[in-house]
């Protein structure tokens, strides 16, 4: 395969031409990360033939723009280039002018991908439902996070809701991590992190239509913040893009970190407002 400076990041097949064998291209270059077998059907891109998108390569200048200008964050300190290492997460959901799988891109904030959140496990019956109808925002979406690599790092469950959402978070091998439960259907929305039954940190919505969040701990204390950054009109009124900036105040322990991290890689997909554009 050649390979172009635009290219996504992904597994694809080992450019050697060792047989069965594929090797990871991390956006720039080739990594000696390796994997047998076929190109895995996430690396295939999560959509469907019937989706239309309308995204373009990733710019890391557009990335910085959004953190610096947008979200208004001065650059700060870089941190171990991880998805749980880095003081900044910027999640740009792909641009699509019809969407029957949820897919997010996650960077850090020189434009560096970090990872992508991938929702998994729908049927052909549900696409068709996603299709024909917006009643899919009360069913089942599962999510799994993954890696600059592609390897799965969290799963996070929105059970089907009617009113209120709940989150389930989960390490890719099946450990429990906690929830992040909606306390409220009007006004500021509010989510609570638990964990064991216990209260360790909530997100409260800054406006009624949720854009912005701020990050506290069991003492109230901010320790981060989610801020909806503007994509553009284009995007607003027709696509299904949402793009978030996470960033956490200071260094996190688990279950606190990996609740924080999930709570900005879900909240489009928790609330899942149907509203477009403007108003």
Known sequence: MTTHPNTPAGWYADPQGTPNLLRYWDGKQWTE???PGQIPQQQQGGGNAWEVNVSGAPDPSKVQRQVQQQAGIAPTSFGGGTLFTEPILVVNQKAKLIEL???YSVFDQQGRTLGSVVEIGQSTAKKVLRFVSSVDQFLTHKLEVRDAQGQPQLVLTRPAKFIKSKVLVHRSNGEPLGEIVQQNAFGKIKFAFMYNGQQIGAIKAENWRAW??????????EIGRITKTWE???KTMFTTAD???LQIHRPLADPLLSMVVASALTVDTA???DSRGLG
Do not use: R, S
């Not at 701020?214 to 003492?219: L, R, S």
């Open 101 to 103: 799988v949820n897919e």
């Open 243 to 245: 793009n978030y900036v």
């Open 271 to 273: 609330l899942k407002q």
């Open 33 to 35: 990360h390796t994997n």
């Open 232 to 234: 553009g009109l284009a």
């Open 212 to 221: 912005n969040f701020a990050i506290v701990d069991h003492t109230e204390t």
